[in-house]
């Protein structure tokens, strides 16, 4: 990690730093007892942080207009369950999150990518000299690289037959880009959508969000089941009486595909 990076996270992130995935200080599995993908275990982050008042409204991104996503503002329970389920569309949450703190909220959750996390923590620390009672809760979601809809909506037609503003859902599990259409799930090598990957991806080190308090992910634990690693006191109150289903975590899975990504951005 950069020795910038380091100071973003200098009065923030806490604990022991793995070389690989970031200051952390748990790492397991989990299932919640709300209904979603992976576990449901960032919906469920969210629907407990509203409801124990640890943040006012939350940064979320949902699906318009067919398979493309936008980011926006929920302020009640029934906006985050619009939530549910992964978008593997770059979506801008940044210029949303400096609109709410012009407008004056101070209590506030972001939920992104790895690169869409570091964005809000260099933010937080730029207006903190003007809004001290500024207070985020950065929750990171696992990505190794993000698509362009327009070229991922041509690639699912052309390799599966199938029109992705349709699907149900999409997943990446197991080198597999999988799409459910119809209630039947077809499935790609992801390797096959390399010409729709957002080009800034390549040059971006950073797998698991290690500028989050919390980050979550599919990879390391079994299907239905989401890989949560905890990383600041922000993010360990966050989990705090969460009735949470855990298994077992597989991190060696997660350190492979976070040094992956770190290798193939430094020969970027």
Known sequence: MKEHDRKIEKGSLTCCSDECIGFCSEVFSAKSLVGGQDGGVVTALLVSGLRRGLFD?????????????????????DDVLKAKGTKYLRVNTVSLLRGLVEAGRRRIAVVGTPCQVRAARKLQHVLVKSCPDLDLTLIGLFCFE????????????????VDLDAVEKTQIRGGKFIVRFSGKDTAVSVKELKAAVEKGCSSCPDFSAEHADVSVGSIGSDEGYSTVIVRSPVGKKLLENLDLDRGNVRKEEIVKLAALKRKRALNT
């Not at 409204?57 to 329970?77: F, I, M, Q, S």
Request: aromatic share 14%.
């Open 146 to 161: 993000a698509f362009s809809y327009e070229k991922l909506k041509e690639a699912t037609w052309r390799l599966l037959g």
């Open 57 to 77: 409204c939350a940064v979320v991104v949902w699906r318009r207009r067919g398979y493309r996503a936008e980011a926006v503002v929920a302020e009640t329970v």
